[in-house]
């Protein structure tokens, strides 16, 4: 064991683990050279010649800086485009896709970084973009802005550096499955060594490109803006005419507002299903009362209860 070398891409791999477990669990600490080594054997994606020892993952951890929110990474909004080069031609399809994630239950804000991906992708069809660049479909535009400013973003933090190699993205956005499956194995893409995409490269659920991207997935399945309409015609919250929009739109924000909370991630599904419920009484309420416009959602008291569950 003395001696042998570890190639830079395992290392690679050891700190996008750190950065995985780090943001996933939402702690403000990376996890110890022990969890992250019980990570990896337990993942099972190295060959035992290649599995480094407690100490080296120690040292490789040593080089990996806590991830600050840089001015990039930061809310944007249209005051700071000038600041960070962002072109006025791309401003409307910005507010487009930075308005549907306001709204949207599952949608981070929109980031600089992502905006600026916006910037790139309103060109592309494929991306929800169009020819005359404008957001045709914003949550694609979304998405696919997602994916790139999240790889981008890990890049350099394992890295250490900008200049993040695209090409397995770039494929995912122009090319048929079955011909970008086939450039991957033929080496064809330029890529990031070490530095994988999701749990399984076949599916291309792109789950380790950016947690934050990851989470939204996740939070889409269960927050659809769909679910919540059919969640508020069960209590009654359809039948309210021209508020009923509003109402569904105020619904939302309160839910995105809840499982951004860290203490909803650690809830069981009864416990987030309790949440949910009793957003739904408290606006119900509200509404009925004839306070909608001024609704307070109780999302401290209800997790403060619920987490003595």
Partial sequence: MAGRRIPEWVNNRIKQLAIEIRENLGSLRYPTAPEVLSALRDSGELAQEYLPSARHVQKVLGTLKLPSISDIDAPWSLGKSDEHRIPDAATGAILEVWSWAMLHPAADTLSIRTARWVSKLRWVPNAGGSPLGKAKDPEKLYQFASLYSGRERQVELIKD???????????????????????????????????????????????????????????????????VKEKAHALGLAE???????????LGMAIKKL????????????????????LQIHLHRTYKAGDIDSWEPPIEEILQEVSSY
């Avoid at 005419?241 to 739109?249: D, I, S």
């Fill in 161 to 227: 550096k900008k200049g993040m190699r695209s090409g397995v993205l770039d494929a995912h956005l122009m090319l048929e499955p079955s011909v970008r499956r086939l450039i991957k194995r033929l080496g064809l893409i330029e890529d990031d060594a070490g530095i994988t995409y999701s749990e399984d490269e076949q599916k291309e659920d792109f789950t380790k490109v950016a947690p934050s991207y990851y989470k939204y997935l996740q939070a889409q399945q269960n927050l659809d803006p769909e679910v």
């Fill in 240 to 250: 309210l005419g021209e508020a009923k929009e509003v109402v569904t739109t105020l």
């Fill in 259 to 278: 499982t951004s909370d860290s203490r909803h991630r650690t809830f069981g599904a009864d416990q987030k299903a309790t949440c949910l419920y009793r």
